[in-house]
């Protein structure tokens, strides 16, 4: 079975860091791509980040470029995502998704993100 | 960037009606377009991909159709647990934008 299992939300003060994890298991993790996509409270869902199968490529949507940086370990089977520089409107429920040629066929729980002070 | 709006933002409806939801990219997108099914506190599920390939499991009341700028996912006879918000999103170039959301209501 596919798991997708994100940990590392929580407060953090503006300006702040943080580093999510997303632990995958029932798949070949070094076969996929994968992707973050976060979700504002109350907002629609936003594309953020995504990373080819190799690692080769990342991308970035705009909001987040210089600041945010995804990565994987394929020796662990895990995705991360290390944000940097944090403002309020990073503020979300962060969540991992396997990619299915471009769109994402399994999906974490999601992992809070709170941005204040 | 594409920009991916879709119609209605809100949509009320009852069991068994057939609704049409309908997703219109900023550029031609070819056939590169996912729909998504969301409940409150939930994940996204993947409903559609490839603008029409029905997930496995998916019930067959779902569909997808359309290419280049204008989709629509099609849900034939609503049952209750179809109530829910659906996003569209495209796969054809970075950043992969969604829609705004339907919320689909009672």
């Known amino acids: 079975e596919v798991q997708l299992v994100e940990s590392g939300g929580g407060l953090v003060q503006p300006g702040g860091s943080l580093r999510l994890s997303c632990a995958a298991s029932g798949f070949t993790f070094s076969n996929y791509g994968m992707t973050w996509v976060r979700q504002a409270p109350g907002k629609g869902l936003e594309w953020v980040a995504s990373i080819k199968q190799d690692g080769s490529e990342k991308y970035y949507v705009d909001s987040v470029k210089g600041r945010f940086t995804i990565s994987r370990d394929d020796a662990e089977n895990s995705l991360h995502l290390q944000m940097n520089s944090l403002r309020a409107e990073d503020t979300a429920v962060y969540y991992c998704?396997?990619?299915?040629?471009?769109?994402?066929?399994?999906w974490g729980q999601g992992t809070l993100v709170t941005v204040s002070s | 960037d594409i920009q991916l709006t879709q119609s209605p933002s809100f949509l009320s409806a009852s069991v068994g009606d057939r609704v049409t939801i309908t997703c219109r990219a900023s550029q031609g997108i070819s056939s590169y377009l996912a729909w998504y099914q969301q409940k409150p506190g939930k994940a996204p599920k993947l409903l559609i991909s490839a603008a029409s390939t029905l997930q496995s499991g998916v019930p067959s009341r779902f569909s997808g159709s359309g290419s280049g700028t204008e989709f629509t996912l099609t849900i034939s006879s609503l049952q209750p647990e179809d109530f829910a918000t659906y996003y569209c999103?495209?796969?054809?170039?970075?950043?992969?934008?969604f829609g705004q959301g339907t919320k689909l209501e009672i």
């Open positions: 998704a396997r990619d299915f040629y471009g769109s994402g066929d399994y």
């Open positions: 999103q495209q796969f054809n170039s970075y950043p992969r934008t």
